[in-house]
């Protein structure tokens, strides 16, 4: 890594220090996971400011910040199975692999799976990578102990709340137009502990898959 990405990375994580994120282990992975790898070389010198940039077929790879704060909300513990719906780029996904969480995660794009499993697979992230729409979840390897969405859901979909483990922790940016952070606590098979921080912008949480040719 060159080091101007590696002053430009040192200054983000000090300014994800000063916006309020205090967990040890998820700065630890800012500074330990590239992120100009996965965008596209073009941008690659903004690679480590505060912005969401887009990726591509449309989508977006998160603001840091906004990464971080989920990631936070998630409270992540070494060996926790994740579940994350919405690999995009793969960065979420591998700053959780890098805090040692055992990560599945879910993509609607097929061309954006195909693409970012390689990826990830290249640069040696052990992260199952699955074709799917989200909004069903990974049933064959549920209970998840933490479950993220990275697009926006128009609702809490009750069947990735069946694959959440007892005091699993959801952590889900509820709307439309906007959304509200939520996190979701599964007390009881049952039951359920909802809080809420702060609004966010995402690109839309869509039913079905899109294959590659349509
Ligand atoms: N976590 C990603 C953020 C990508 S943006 C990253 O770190 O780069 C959100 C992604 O969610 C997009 O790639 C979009 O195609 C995907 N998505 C939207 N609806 C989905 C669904 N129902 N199932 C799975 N992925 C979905």
Redo the contacts with the bound molecule.
Sequence with gaps: MSFLHQGAKKRLVIELRSKGINDENVLAAFEKVDRHVFIESFMENKAYLDRPLP?KYG????QPYT?AFQTQLLKINKGDKVL?????????AAILSAMGAKVYT????QG?FIETSQFLEEYDYKIFTFFG???NGIPQFAPYDKIII??GAPNVPISLLNQLKINGLMVIPLGVKYQKMIRIKKTAEDDFFEEQFGDFVF?????DTKEINN
């Design positions: 990726i989508q977006t790879i998160s990464v994350e719906i919405g690999t995009g780029s793969g960065y979420q879910i993509e609607r794009q954006l729409d989200g909004f990275t697009c690109v839309p949480m869509l039913k």
